[in-house]
């Protein structure tokens, strides 16, 4: 089963950030609620966000909005930088790009501005509130010079919000592709082709995915029981939340909790 890397903690507001620098950068796509942002340190990173592909090179940007899908893939070797970040550090930010996306998603900021980030912000360590809010909206600056922002007007681009949205409200719920169709006001066989087509996967091995990083986060970060939080996260019976959970990690729920 391909795994969607899903990040719920990528979903929270209440000024959540998260930053980490990568050797080889590989991630399957996924989506969340906060903002993304990519820095090649060094090779080549090829990048798609939002059914656009491009190729970032040494000491380029690359940004993802609020639900946009997107994947990395490194080529050959990489270093990279990438930042997850909740729009309440960048208020303005966020209401401007509600609802739109941009023409391209590649950057480069100016010299000034890329010295002043590699010192403050580009790093591992997670500078004061004021510094980092100051750093994001530089780069959200730069973003805005340089990428023309566009209203999400096509039916791809709506029904990509539709599916992305309607996935992360109802993922603990009971739900299949046939009621994304009936939701999306699309034919079962188009939906299924589409999202096969968008996310390299099929339905159910997408919501199984999703589920299980929500599971993922709930074994390390709380002291729930395994069977709250199978259903918590969208299992219907235990039997199938291990099934999918040693499919995906190797382990049983509790020897993954143990490590």
Known sequence: MNVLFHQPQNCLSNYSYNVCIYKNIKWNYHFHKNFELIYVISGEVECTI????????????????????????????????VGVFSGDFVHAF??????????????????????????????KECPETYILKSCLYA??????????LKELSTKSDLLMRTIT??????????????????ISGYDYCYISRYFHKIFHMSFNDYLNSYRLEHALMLLTETDKSVTDIAYESGFQSIRSFNHNFKKMTGKSPTQYRDI
Not at 56 to 65: I, K
Not at 139 to 148: D, L, R, S, T
């Open 50 to 81: 939002n059914g656009k592909t491009d190729v970032l090179r040494a000491n380029e940007f690359g940004l993802c909005l609020s639900n946009e899908i997107h994947a990395y893939h490194t080529l050959g070797e990489s270093k990279a930088w």
């Open 94 to 123: 966020e209401k401007q790009t509600k609802n739109k996306t941009g023409e391209h998603f590649k950057f480069r900021c100016r010299p000034e501005i890329e010295n002043y980030l590699k010192t403050t912000l580009l790093t």
């Open 139 to 148: 780069v959200c600056a730069e973003y805005c010079n340089n990428v023309k």
């Open 165 to 182: 949205d309607y996935i992360a409200n109802n993922f603990q719920n009971k739900l299949d592709l046939a009621d994304l169709a009936k």
